[in-house]
């Protein structure tokens, strides 16, 4: 029986707290700025990929969710398959005459994200962690995941901070060649592993920009881009890489809230200008913003930050501690579906199946910051916390048939 | 029988165009960024003052719209009457021993506003152009209007471009004393009587923040304004006078929304952050930006331009000619209140009762930029154009009784 070349990996989302947007290059995919990002926990949200190589392939070919992808000649899909085949020959075959030529062989990929595009998380940062970690495992390169994130990063920008745990950079780079342009660690999840998030998915009316043009019209004409280039992420960066360094979650907060806002704001410096966040989008905030005034007026610092990414979503980070009553806040003031919320990290116990009657409001928050509104305005709340980098699974978590196909088509 | 010193003024609204934000000095309100705009026609908007000079008056007093507004001391309120005063002494009473001592009475002074403060356009600029114009009259000031413009500047900052019709620009000036921080014309309305305006009412759930407050946090906390101030404004302020002079639309227009997405993208850029639009005024924009696509499609160049003060209103400027399809456009989107329209420059003619029934998307437009919207979303639509600056009016039109109290009382 002759073997089977196979390895199935999963990958995390990340959630970026200094906001990537703007490319210098756009075919190898390097940023304007460096930008920083917290892992969020696999259990919750994840791409999971299986790599498969065979002499009896025809053609590299892949499959995302059950659903054929084509993968088109000088995509970006090609390319990170095409770089993986020249590190694997590169760092493995060239070296050793015994290593099998696995590099000349197709490929077919199956690739599955355990949550709804609909929901708005930019699985592509997943997807392609994932897709590249499991070629990783079936060529046995001894890469590292800086190294990894080199080719990740060509797939989806973003997607290199997913193939670390816990607090990411993406150190922009200076070289042409993108050599440079790669994750690294600020620190690992169980430095920090009070961080925790809640996911505010929020209802959208119309389709957003895609970040991929967005982004390019922001460079082309925000006068303003080039300030935030130039003057700001570079101090932010240093000011929160300590902030996590020394577990100070006042200073991550509000550099977090303050670069949320101000990738937003050059976006709408954009011509013509583009907006991601709605009128829910600002009233979380509104509700944030009054939580954090009572917090520091409490002289206890800021409790928690929000951050958006090319959509409505809100993402809240804050310490495990805070998450419940932040929960509790939000729906009273977005009330959620009976038995929509997943309680994975036990923050009702019993009373998960309604949190609405859990809803409450601190005291002493002012109530008029925001309008109550309608259920399904906010239609879901997703509890999760920072989290660890790719894994490998074992054959038995494989998408892949033995014939080659994916066990499931959408 | 006695001599009545009294005088009545009008004064114009305007709407910006380069957008004042931020303030170098709170106290003699001197701005950080040169602006300008427009001067919206008076037989629509405007603010009617009159003002009275007498022995027997024991304080100076102001009603605004029937009621009382006390005058505190020290307020901008004071400081313009206390200037105005100063002026009269100098200019006048100094030189001429014969001249009435105006300056040694106490006022009454009755303000009136033909339009809603629900409507939520700036009405302190054309109060206090108003003021200041019957106070000028009043006491017969020698002054030019840029010279007035500086005592308004003092009541508040947008007031002083209100001295001026048609476009004028507001001059930051340089000195710490606010000398040279005044109105100047860039072109009388005769120069370009095409110019036209809708104004978009949008109805708003929320109270936002204070302009005078909004405009200091972003000071205070903004990255982005100091760019703006240094490197986008001078250069914004030079090309459109220059597009003014040449009656280049286009160039206006394109100006015009750049400098209003920026305004509100540094509002963003503030700590906490700063909304004046809502997801209405954001679809008007859609609709803006798809119509002028079309237009530059077909060769036209841009056809309307939008502009957002610290509100969620939108003011649509395009030329005469183009207004009427804007109007029907933006129905389509947001149907009117039957016989809510004012039709006063007769773009509908007898259809004015029902405009709804006149709603049209033109030929070739992506009706899928926004969706359609309930009646009441944009709850009303004024049209007009570009005006004359402030007016002295007849005695007939005086707004105190022989009494010295207000005609009409809240």
């Known amino acids: 029986m002759a073997t089977v070349y196979e390895a199935t990996a999963s990958a995390p989302v990340n959630i970026a707290v200094i906001k990537y947007w703007g490319k210098r290059d756009t075919k190898l995919i390097l940023p304007t700025n460096s930008s920083l990002s917290v892992t969020l926990d696999q259990d919750h949200l994840r791409s999971t990929t299986t ?20 993968i088109t000649p000088g995509s970006r899909l090609a390319t990170c398959i095409a770089e993986m085949k020249r590190l694997r020959k590169e760092t493995v075959e060239d070296k050793d005459p015994n290593a099998p030529k696995l590099s000349t062989y197709k ?38 995941p800086s190294t990894l994130s080199l080719i990740a990063r060509q797939g989806s ?30 620190a690992p999840r169980e430095h920090w592993p009070q961080m925790h ?53 006042d200073t991550f907060a509000r550099i977090t809230m303050a670069d949320s806002n101000q990738f937003h704001a050059v976006a709408l410096d954009t011509e013509p200008p583009i907006f991601y966040m709605n009128d829910v989008s600002r009233a979380i905030i509104a509700l944030i913003v009054e ?8 002289g206890k610092g800021y409790k928690a930050a929000y951050t958006y990414d090319a959509g409505p979503n809100a993402v809240i980070y804050a310490l495990e501690e805070n998450i419940k009553e932040i929960a509790q806040l939000v729906t009273a003031y977005f009330p959620q579906r009976a038995g929509e919320f997943k309680d994975v990290l036990g923050l009702y116990g019993d009373a998960a199946k309604d949190i ?55």
Chains 1, 2 share one sequence.
């Not at 053609?59 to 969710?65: A, H, I, K, S």
């Not at 997607?159 to 994750?183: I, K, Y």
């Not at 939580?291 to 409490?298: C, G, H, I, S, T």
């Open 356 to 410: 609405n009657s859990e809803a409450k409001v601190p005291e002493g928050f002012n109530e008029a910051v925001a309008k109550r509104f309608e259920v399904g305005a906010v239609k879901g709340l997703i509890h999760t916390r920072v989290g660890d980098g790719p894994r490998r699974l074992p054959a038995s978590e494989s998408l892949l048939a033995p014939s080659g196909l994916p066990k499931t088509l959408a």
């Open 107 to 144: 490929v077919h990929i199956a690739s599955y994200n355990n949550f709804p595009t609909a929901a708005g998380l930019a699985s592509s940062a997943s997807g392609f962690a994932a897709l590249v970690a499991s070629l990783a495992q079936l060529y046995a390169l001894p890469a590292s």
């Open 51 to 70: 790599s498969r190589a065979d002499p009896s392939f025809t053609e590299d070919r892949l499959w995302l969710n059950g659903k054929v992808d084509e």
């Open 157 to 186: 920008g973003s997607a290199c901070r997913s193939l670390f745990g816990g607090f990411v950079a993406w150190e922009m780079g200076a070289l042409p060649s993108g050599e440079d342009s790669l994750a690294v660690e600020i």
């Open 197 to 249: 998030a809640l996911i505010c998915v929020v209802s959208d009316d119309k389709k957003g920009t895609s970040s991929t043009s967005g982004m390019q019209r922001t460079v082309d004409t925000s006068p303003l881009l080039q300030h935030r280039i130039a003057h700001v992420v570079p101090q932010r960066m240093a000011a929160i890489s300590d902030a996590i360094r020394a577990r100070d979650f």
């Open 291 to 298: 939580y954090n005034r009572l917090a520091l007026a409490q």
